[in-house]
């Protein structure tokens, strides 16, 4: 089982809610009833109401992500769990940088400018994505040139290549672009999005199982092409 890590770094609730609002506004259905792992700044903040607010959204919070001494208190107190993932390695997740023109702090989630008005490296990872890891290339393309294993994740503001097996989640146009695309070696995927619209296992035709191909996205619907090696 994987989960994914919602990374809370404001501690107004104000702003939490807009960001939130924000981001789930892309793909609804996509984040209904998802469990999260909550990291927390290091400050104490109100955690039951937090909880109540990640709920009004349908987002269930299960648990804090290696928790301070007093948030671990705050946690039972709020019916959350804890998970200490240090000892056997962190999950791999995107931490958004501070903007240098903005005194406010930052919102858990943050809205880029478009890739097409900014200079953005594509990002290259060559080891294995392993189960319980989280990559993003925000803003830009991510290649994976090894294998991506069942429970990891993979999202992009672009496209996403994968040169090994696809057997975890990939999303692509994760911040809305349409024009985005999934080019898989070997497609053994769990689950697949761009923009917002996804299929899951169970929803995929058997004919492309293990086959290299394409992926793109018609109106609300999204296309899977078999791709000649």
Not at 19 to 26: D, E, P, R, S, V
Not at 95 to 114: G, I, L, Y
Request: net charge negative; charged share 20%.
């Amino acid at each position: 089982m994987t989960l994914t890590v919602l990374e809370i770094s404001s501690l107004s609730l104000d702003v939490i809610e807009q960001a939130l609002a924000a981001h789930i506004k892309k793909s609804p259905d996509f984040f209904r009833n998802m469990p999260v792992l909550l990291s927390l700044p290091q400050a104490q903040m109100d955690l039951p109401a937090l909880v109540a607010l990640l709920r009004t959204h349908e987002l269930v919070p299960v648990a804090l992500s290696n928790p301070t001494a007093e948030q671990v208190s705050a946690a039972s107190a709020a019916g959350l769990g804890v998970i200490n993932s240090k000892g056997g390695g962190d999950p791999v997740t995107a931490k958004p940088s501070p903007s240098p023109s903005s005194s406010q702090e930052p919102p858990p989630v943050r809205r880029e400018t478009p890739p097409s008005q900014q200079q953005v490296a594509t990002k290259f990872i060559t080891s294995p994505v392993r189960s319980g890891q989280q990559i993003y290339a925000r803003g830009g393309d991510l290649i994976v040139t090894s294998a991506v294993s069942e429970g990891a994740e993979i999202i992009a503001d672009g496209h996403i290549h994968v040169y090994g097996p696809l057997r975890g989640r990939a999303l692509a146009g994760a911040s809305g672009n349409g024009n985005a695309r999934i080019f898989c070696r070997r497609f053994e995927a769990e689950l697949v999005a761009i923009a917002g619209c996804y299929k899951v296992a169970e929803d995929m035709q058997e004919s492309v199982r293990t086959k290299a191909v394409q992926i793109s996205l018609s109106g609300d619907n999204l296309l899977m092409e078999l791709q000649e090696h």
